[in-house]
């Protein structure tokens, strides 16, 4: 018997006021937590479950500059950040993806959600440059909401004259 395993990708890229690419993170592996499993199950109950309704980036924790961000636990339910700036499932793109990771209109058990962070986004209280080390994917589950998948990765200082477009793969 084979195991299927639910898997989680991730790719960054920022890019300058004129469009060219300044920075691409590859993509790089991130942790599906145990809540999504209890929104899946959710879902297949047929409780008052919802898919993705938002990513959230945060600036997690300074220390991690110094010798990189512990991994995060996976019964993990919320970001480091209190504060974290939030995007609505409305301001991203969802995408069904074939095996080679190509955009298709049926589901399939590949999904794809982009979102573009532009100029002067997130707003913060002092002025930019943002700093960001962390994000994640949220559901709902009765009522409350339900994280999906969690990344830690190195400093990105997002400037408010750079776009940062964020690709999250989704595997199940």
């Known amino acids: 018997m084979s195991v299927i395993t639910l898997e989680g990708f991730y790719c960054d890229r920022l890019l300058g006021a004129d469009g060219r690419e300044i920075f691409n993170s590859g993509w790089r ?12 199950a ?8 919802l898919g993705i309704q938002s990513l959230q980036v945060g600036q997690g924790d300074p220390a991690w500059d110094a010798g990189g ?8 339910t919320k970001l480091t950040d209190n504060a974290p700036f939030v995007i609505a499932v409305a301001d991203l793109t969802l995408q069904y ?8 209109v049926n589901p399939t058990n590949r999904i794809q959600i982009t979102a573009t962070l532009g100029p002067g986004q997130p707003t913060a209280a ?6 960001l080390r962390e994000f994640a994917l949220f559901g ?3 009522g409350q909401p ?4 969690y990344i830690r990765h190195p400093l990105i200082q997002k400037d ?13």
């Open 126 to 131: 002092s002025d930019p440059p943002f700093p």
């Open 97 to 104: 993806l074939n095996p080679n990771d190509g955009v298709v």
């Open 69 to 76: 961000a512990p991994a995060p636990d996976p019964g993990t």
């Open 146 to 149: 339900q994280m999906i998948d």
């Open 29 to 40: 592996h991130n942790l599906i937590v145990a809540p999504c499993r209890t929104l899946l």
């Open 160 to 172: 408010g004259s750079v776009t940062l477009e964020r690709k999250v793969r989704l595997v199940f």
């Open 140 to 142: 709902q589950l009765g």
């Open 42 to 49: 959710g879902f297949m109950r047929n409780d008052t479950a």
